[in-house]
Each structure stands twice: as structure tokens, then as C-alpha cells.
């Protein structure tokens, strides 16, 4: 046993969110670079410790340590480089210039203002990367933080807010709440302005129900069975590495894995057996060993999950290559790396996340415009990510935009999650809103139209005092408008065309 964690009463809870509310205004009252500072600080308290959060997280998590290290701190610390960068600009009121000439003498500006008090449900497998990300988002904007980490990995939760109020964040902005899914639906009860959730569909679909009904707005980052996809002209080595890290980082438990990878019949056969021969050479053991590649799953219960989905899939005539079956001489909680063919969409291995260390490979054929296999990528009720693998980026970048999916990477996979400037978020089953770069932090304020009229000493034409004549005058107004917006569209076409001649195009 690690720790011994008392749950957060609803009481408690009750009066954190009041405690967080009556802090808000006073954080959000500090100036923007005040933040700023502060999330620059945290950078670099845990770039200082980082070592000390990464066993934290190896501990509770089960993660071998350097993927703690690079998938976790280094995310966390990047993260508060894009939000203390980006926060000043971001929230400068943005002005909104007026097209209709009779709207020219007032002034528009969007302003971006906290929400207030936002609520932050986490899951387990990415237990630092993912409520700092977000965390670090909503308080540069100016909003408190109330967070329920996963109750299998709250010391993680806590090693964050120990971090973040040594950096400065007043313990009422920022407070973590503990306990299982009954603490997650108190929260979602409670006098929070926003949610940003992330977790499995079926509870990702039980916080939108409640949240439906009080009209509180959320962000939902829910499960992906992430689709890869090997042309014939890609590099087997490259892509059969990426392949087996994509599918077994995190032993697999992560919402962008490799879940599906398709790949073309002519590199089949030997894309299959480097796969089959990379992951019978990983290491798997306590991840707080640095030699160890794949640790421990998260619990039982996850890795049942997997194993039906291969007994299943076995069962209807896959074969698996490697793997398949648990370690138990290692500990409770090991499923061995495991290689899958023979597999098909009637399969709940091809359809349902799986969650754990399992590459499914499936071969394609060659079809018009890469019809057959960009059907194949979107027959999936998810689209979180997929990558794409091919030496000709002109046709991979093509075939991205014809994929249902939040992300597409070419010649890559998973890392997108690094990068803080790239917004990451779903489509389908998986989630609503993004979170990450400018878009989320966007989720993290509401939007307000400042509009400010210079003629305020007079009163407008149209208030009142309709006749016949008035009627006509702005008949005729509208004739204006539209004759004005023809000529300008004819105006910037003939520009347009000048440029085109002057380039000496023609
Ligand atoms: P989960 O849905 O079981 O739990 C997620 C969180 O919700 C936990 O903190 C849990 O205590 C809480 N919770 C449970 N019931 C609740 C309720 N009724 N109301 C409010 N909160 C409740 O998910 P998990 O097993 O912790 O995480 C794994 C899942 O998360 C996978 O499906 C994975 O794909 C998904 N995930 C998605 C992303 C993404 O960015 N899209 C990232 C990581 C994980």
C-alpha cells in the first residue's frame, strides 16, 4: 500500500467549490503576467524536481519511469512555457471591425473572461500530463480550479497541487478533491462554472447527461481507437517501430494508442514479422527499473478487459503471434505484449477500445484514391487520432483530410500530445471541445462583445417613429448595401487578377 487517502466529503467538497469561488475574482484581478510568472515558476520547480514527480507517477501509475518523465513532466513543462508565452496576447480584447457602414461609428472589441470556478475530472493513465495541462490553462486565464484526480492515482493529484502552490497559485485557486466516481458526480453537482472531463464513454456519456440538465458547459475527452496506416511506399523498419511503440507505450493505456493498424498486403508479410520480432525484444518489469519498457497494467479489471477481447477475437479466427495471455510470474497486474492478425471489423478487438498492450494488424488492398482504406479508417464510432505512413507527404497530407478524426498524423504517431501548441480533442464517441493550444485555452473563457458607440449624444433613426418614408429610405439603404458589397467583390477580383498579371503568371 502507498498511501491511505480519506474521500472528500460532499460537504467538504461543497465548501471547497465556495472556497474557490470567493478566490476567484481576486486571482483574476491580478495582472495577466502575474500569472504568467507564477506558471513559469511552476516550470521551474518541477523541472527541479521532476525526478521526484516521475517516480511518484511510476509508483501509482505502474509507468516505466522515463515515459513518466517524458510523457508526463516534459508535457506539464511545456505546456506552462504555451500558456505563460501565449496568456498576454490571448486575452488582449481583440477588436471586431464592422463591415456595415452604418455600424462604423461604434467600437468592437471580444473580450475573454474566466468562467469562474472550473471543475476538472481526470482519469488514471496520464495522471500529471492531463490535469496539468488543463489546469495550467484555466488558471493563467484567471479561473480557480477545483480537481478530482482518478482515485487510483490521487497522490499524483497531489504532487500537482503541491507543486502549483509552491509556485504561487493560492491554495483556494487551486484545490484537489479525492475519491471515486460518487466524488466525480458531486462535483459535477456542485456550483462549478465548467467542466472539462476526461475519461471513458460510458462516463464521459453519464457527466453529459447531468450537465445537459443544468445546462453547465463541458469539455469531454473520451476513449479512441486510433487507426494507423502503412502505404506501400513507407519504410517498414520506421513504421513497425512506430507501430510497437504506439500500441504498447503506457502498456497501451493511453487514449491515442495504435488500436488498428492497417497496412498495405505488399509489406505485409514483413511488416508483420518485425512487429512480432521488436516486441518479443521488449523489456517488461517495474517500470522504477530504467531498463524497463512496459510496466504493469493499471488493475484487474482492465486487464480482463483486454484479455476477453483477445480470447474473442481468437476465437473467431485470429491468431495471435506473441503475447496473448497474462504474465502473473511478474506481479497481479502484467498482460504480455501482444501481436494480432487475422482480425476483421466484425471484431470487438477492432471496434471497442481495448486499453492495453495489443497491435492489431490487419492487411489492405490497393484501391482507386485510397477509397478501400480511408473506409477502413472511418468505419470506427471513434475519432480521436490516426497516423498515416507514407514517403510521399503530398499524398499523405491528402489523404488526412479525408479522415473523420480530431488529429492526423503523417509519419507520426501519439506525440501530437506533446505539442502544446496543437489543440487535442475528438470527434464522435470521442468527446466534444479540445483542450491544449490556443483552442484550449478558448475553453476556458467565455467569450463577451464589448460594443461601444461614439455617437452616444444622439438617438438612432430607427427608434421610432416608422412611416412610409422611413420605410423607404431603408428599402433603400438595403439596395445600397447590395450594389456596395457587388462592387467590392468585383474590385477584389479585378486586384486579385492585377496580381496575377504583375507575377507574370500570364
Ligand atoms: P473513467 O471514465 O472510469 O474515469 C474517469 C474519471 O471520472 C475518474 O476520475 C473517475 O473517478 C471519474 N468518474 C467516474 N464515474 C463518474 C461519474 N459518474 N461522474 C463524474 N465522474 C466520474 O476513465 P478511466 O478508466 O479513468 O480512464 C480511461 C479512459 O479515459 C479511456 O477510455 C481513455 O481513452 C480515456 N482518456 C481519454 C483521453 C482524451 O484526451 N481523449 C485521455 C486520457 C484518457
New binding site residues.
Partial sequence: MLAQIPVTSEADLHAAVARARTAQPTWAATPVVHRCGVLREFGRILHQRRQEVAECITREAGKPNVEALITEALVALDAARFCANNAVAFLHPQRVPHGNPMMKVKRGQLLREPHGVIGI??????PFS?PATESLAALVTGNAVVL????FTTLVGLKLAELLHAAGVPRDVFQVVTG??E???A??ASNIDKLI????????R??AEAAGKRLLPVVL????KDAMLVLEDASVEVASSAAVWGAFVNCGQA?LSVERCYVHRSLYEKFVLACVEKTKRLRVGNGMDQNIEIGPMIHARQLANVASQVEEAVAAGATVLTGGHALAELGPNFYAPTVITGVDHSMRIMRD?T?GPVLAIMPFDSSAHDDAAVALINDSDFG?AASLWTANRARGEALARRIRSGTVMVNDAITCFGISEAP???VGQ??IGR?HGFQGLEEMVRLKYLDTDYTGGMAKVWWYGYSPAFARQMDGFMDFLFARNLLQRLAGGMRSAAAFVRKGRV
Avoid: D, M, Q
Fill in positions: 475530472i481526470a482519469p488514471w493513465n496520464y492531463i478530482k484526480p482518478s482515485e471515486a466516481g466524488t466525480g458526480a462535483l459535477l472531463f476526461t475519461g471513458s464513454v460510458g462516463t464521459g453519464r457527466v475527452e473520451l476513449g479512441g487514449c477500445e486499453f480521436l487535442h480533442g475528438g470521442s468527446g483542450t
